[in-house]
């Protein structure tokens, strides 16, 4: 049996919203959400202290003591405008809903470890650029909260990879994947511009802008971090000036390297692996089918 005949390493599709046991990832994100604003809710008095402190301030890169909460670029993401004000429940509703809706089949393709890479690198890039473009061109916002420019970096992503899937604008009107997005990205642009609005309509161009390149170049954010761990009490041990191979040996440690590697694959997606890994699996694949003639 080759690799490509194992069960756990085909395609997963999204078969629900786990809440126990191996947790999507976009269970995980929702539960975060959902958990602030009730915190916010209960324990946030009538400033919505909770609130206010992980909202990203406008005023970040005006000066050096400012840049003490560069964390806030990626805290704004998970809290929302609360109940008493024009946004009410309807901004974490509509939010965790889209990231429901888009995140399940993204997970399902790029693996849990890559699309947490992915939605924390939407919010942290919409922080930015709306950081960046308060101090150009002035400050007109009091701070920015929400999820909404890594859903819709998530919406367009989805729509690259699914144009002709059929989904239904409040629940009625039938409509290709990509129309919702054209649609979607076309009013955001319209209403950048828009003087005294509440959305940050340029967060949500962001996270497009960014979806498109990541799409675009086939970017793995994994892939920029270290894959191989440093084992210290390996670093002084002598190492043999010879090294007898034998082939059972060979063999058995092929097998472990190819569970191991598929085990990976099933959690962070195939795009995950380097290319030695990739030449490892399939040695192993080869090794598999001559044994089975």
Known sequence: MGIYDRDYYQAEEPKGFYWVGQKMMVTNLIIINVVLYVIDLLFGGSEHEITGLLTLRPDLFSSWPNLAYVWQLVTYGFVHAPLDTSLGLAHILLNMYGLYLFGRDMEARYGRA???????????????????????WGI????????????????????????????????LLPVPAWLLAVAFVGLDVLRAFSPNTQVAFDVHLAGAAFALAYFRWNWNLGRLLPTRRIRLDRLFQRRPDLKVHRPDEYYRDLDEQADRLLDKVHREGESSLTSEERRILEDYSRRMRQKHR
């Not at 890479?117 to 942290?124: C, F, G, I």
């Not at 009091?142 to 899937?165: D, E, N």
């Open 140 to 171: 007109n916002a009091s701070g920015l909260l929400g999820a909404s420019g890594a859903v819709t970096g998530l919406m367009v992503l989805y729509c690259l990879h699914f144009p002709q899937r059929t989904l239904y604008v409040m629940g």
């Open 114 to 136: 890559e699309f947490l890479r992915l939605y924390l690198a939407l919010v942290v890039f919409g922080g930015l650029v709306w950081a960046v473009r308060q101090q150009v």
